[in-house]
């Protein structure tokens, strides 16, 4: 895309139907991104877009919401539309997460381990289905939230 910035977020606003956003607000701009990600064909444009988004944090947060919209190999694109620096890393580490929460959804998830985050640990409890990691996560896990979590997705998978 060779027009400016706000020329092209105002053809994704059109494109997907949503009416006058306030293209100065980083807020609407935000909305619109996400909006974006829920159709497959505008990611190229969302990743073009992020490049002239001048607002950091919004690069930012439109980067980790895509790392659970987009298939695993599209990942490394929204990573890599991140500056070097904390933020990357950031999205780096949750894109590895995710790749350990698809290895579940497979059937073939690695072993609990404590240097998990709480995130990882988190959505694990309440989202698969492996009794060894449930039960290992409600032992160890690294909150009472988590434990408990875990606890009773186990029961859920276990019933009786």
């Given at each position: 895309?060779?027009?400016?910035?706000?020329?092209?977020?105002?053809?994704l606003?059109?494109?997907l139907?949503i009416?006058?956003?306030d293209?100065?607000?980083?807020?609407?701009?935000?909305?619109?991104?996400?909006a974006?990600?829920?159709?497959?064909?505008?990611w190229?444009?969302?990743?073009?877009?992020?490049?002239?988004?001048p607002?950091q944090?919004?690069?930012?947060?439109?980067?980790?919401?895509a790392l659970?919209?987009?298939?695993?190999?599209?990942r490394?694109?929204?990573?890599?539309?991140?500056p070097?620096?904390?933020d990357?890393?950031?999205?780096?580490?949750?894109?590895?997460e995710?790749?350990i929460?698809?290895?579940?959804?497979?059937?073939d998830?690695?072993?609990f381990?404590?240097?998990?985050s709480?995130?990882?640990q988190?959505r694990?409890?309440?989202?698969?289905?492996?009794p060894a990691?449930?039960?290992?996560?409600?032992t160890a896990?690294?909150?009472?939230?988590?434990r408990?979590?875990?606890?009773d997705?186990?029961r859920n998978i276990?019933?009786?």
């Amino acid at each position: 895309m060779s027009r400016p910035f706000g020329e092209q977020l105002a053809a994704l606003a059109a494109r997907l139907e949503i009416a006058r956003p306030d293209l100065g607000d980083e807020h609407a701009r935000w909305a619109l991104y996400a909006a974006a990600l829920g159709r497959a064909e505008e990611w190229p444009v969302v990743l073009e877009l992020l490049g002239s988004e001048p607002v950091q944090p919004v690069v930012a947060a439109v980067v980790v919401r895509a790392l659970e919209v987009v298939p695993p190999a599209r990942r490394p694109d929204f990573v890599a539309a991140l500056p070097e620096g904390r933020d990357r890393r950031y999205a780096a580490t949750r894109a590895r997460e995710l790749a350990i929460l698809d290895a579940f959804a497979a059937g073939d998830g690695p072993e609990f381990a404590e240097h998990w985050s709480t995130w990882l640990q988190l959505r694990a409890a309440t989202t698969i289905g492996v009794p060894a990691t449930l039960e290992a996560l409600a032992t160890a896990g690294a909150t009472k939230r988590i434990r408990a979590a875990a606890g009773d997705r186990l029961r859920n998978i276990r019933p009786g």
